[in-house]
Structure formats: C-alpha cells, structure tokens
C-alpha cells in the first residue's frame, strides 16, 4: 500500500524559532510531493511542490524552504517562524496519470 | 488558470435529508474536478472525481456529483445525510501538476 507519513502530528513553537517539518511516502518510487497550508477558515494554498531528488518548486515567495535529499522525503523548514506561519501543513503525493493527489494525515503548527 | 468557486461556507441539514453542495468552476479546457473531504484535524481523502468520462460520477458514502459544462458546474449531492458525513468539504479543479482548492463548505448534520 501507498502510505504517506508526516511527523510532528502537532507542534507548538515560538515566533522566531526554526522548523522542521518531515514527510516521508512508502509503497512508490519517484513520486511527485506536495507541501499545502491550511490556514484557519481557508482553503488549501500550495507551497511547494517536487518531482524529484533535489527538484523544488516554490508557488508562494515566503520565510519558508523546502528540501528533498531522499526520493521518498520532503522536508518542510523555516530559520525563524513568524506568526502567520500557523496552520495545518499537508504533505501530498500526486498520481499524475489521474491528475489526483493523496493526502498525509497532517501537522498542525501553532506559532505563538 | 483554472480555479473553483464554493458557494456556500456553511451547510446545514438534518440527519436523513438530502445534502446539496454547490461548485462552479472555471477552466480554460476540459477540466479535471474533484471533491475531498476533511474531517477534524484529519487529512483530505479523496470523494470522487470526473475526469472526462460520464458527466455523473459515483463517488464513496454515497456521495455523487454532476458536471454541468453549460452551468461549468460540478455540485456534489447525497440523498440523505448521515452523522458521519459532517465534515469540510472542498471542491478542485486540476491545474496541470498542481490542484487549486475552493475555501470548502463546512457541512453540519444535525439529528
């Protein structure tokens, strides 16, 4: 089976300290991954986006950064986290022959 | 660009009554549309999606939508509520290799 994990579930940080957010998918090789923010009230906005080992695409100019040193890992990251950084973070995994992307179960990031 | 439109935040309905949630979207071509749904605190998981193929598409829980290309619409529909379908819902439209999400419609089921 196709399984994608995020870790932390949820994670309390101070303004100006840094993240790290993991995902990890098991069961496909090379998939394209998604980072998404949910933010309270709102729909999903795209953050970034990868197709491979190294390949990052970012939607939305902002404090964060995203990395992909393994083929089934996404890191999420910011040096110094800002209040409006709060929000429910979604990794995905895209099915590109059906145009359709599977969800992780999330972490909810409060910024305080 | 493509994009969708969710016309209502909220709905309410009454356990065992039928469940309207209104889409429109807007695309350039044919477009590829789905519907997730997000429980508290949870992932999005996927509902149903039309991808060219018949217009009424059958999704999971006995959620079904149509797509109107003359209305460019995509309303999602259940013919009686059940507890467990309160919930966010939240119509996309594929846009290339990225999907772009309407705000969602909170559905609240009452008993």
């Known amino acids: 089976s196709q399984t994608i994990h995020q870790w932390p579930a949820t994670l309390v940080q101070p303004v100006g300290s840094p993240l790290s957010l993991e995902c990890t998918v098991e069961?496909?090789?090379?998939?394209?991954l998604y980072w998404y923010r949910q933010a309270a009230g709102r729909g999903l906005q795209l953050l970034f986006y990868?197709?491979?080992?190294?390949?990052i695409s970012s939607e939305v100019p902002q404090n964060l950064s995203a990395s992909r040193p393994q083929d089934r890992q996404f890191i999420l990251s910011s040096k110094k986290l800002l209040l409006s950084d709060s929000g429910f973070y979604l990794c995905?995994?895209?099915?590109?022959?059906?145009?359709?992307?599977?969800f992780g179960p999330g972490t909810r990031l409060t910024v305080l | 660009a493509q994009s969708v439109t969710q016309l209502d935040s909220h709905v309410s309905v009454s356990e065992g009554t039928p469940v309207l949630l209104r889409c429109n979207y807007s695309s350039s071509y044919s477009p590829s549309l789905f519907w997730y749904v997000q429980h508290p605190n949870k992932g999005l998981q996927l509902l149903l999606k039309?991808?060219?193929?018949?217009?009424l598409v059958k999704g999971i829980n006995g959620f079904e939508a149509e797509f109107k290309k003359s209305e460019t619409s995509f309303h999602l529909t259940k013919p009686s509520a059940h507890m467990s379908d309160a919930a966010e819902y939240f119509c996309?439209?594929?846009?290339?290799?990225?999907?772009?999400f309407g705000k969602g419609t909170s559905l609240l089921v009452t008993p």
């Open positions: 039309y991808t060219s193929a018949a217009t």
């Open positions: 069961g496909t090789s090379n998939p394209n």
């Open positions: 995905a995994r895209g099915r590109e022959a059906l145009n359709e992307q599977f």
């Open positions: 996309v439209v594929s846009s290339g290799y990225a999907l772009n």
């Open positions: 990868s197709v491979g080992i190294g390949q």
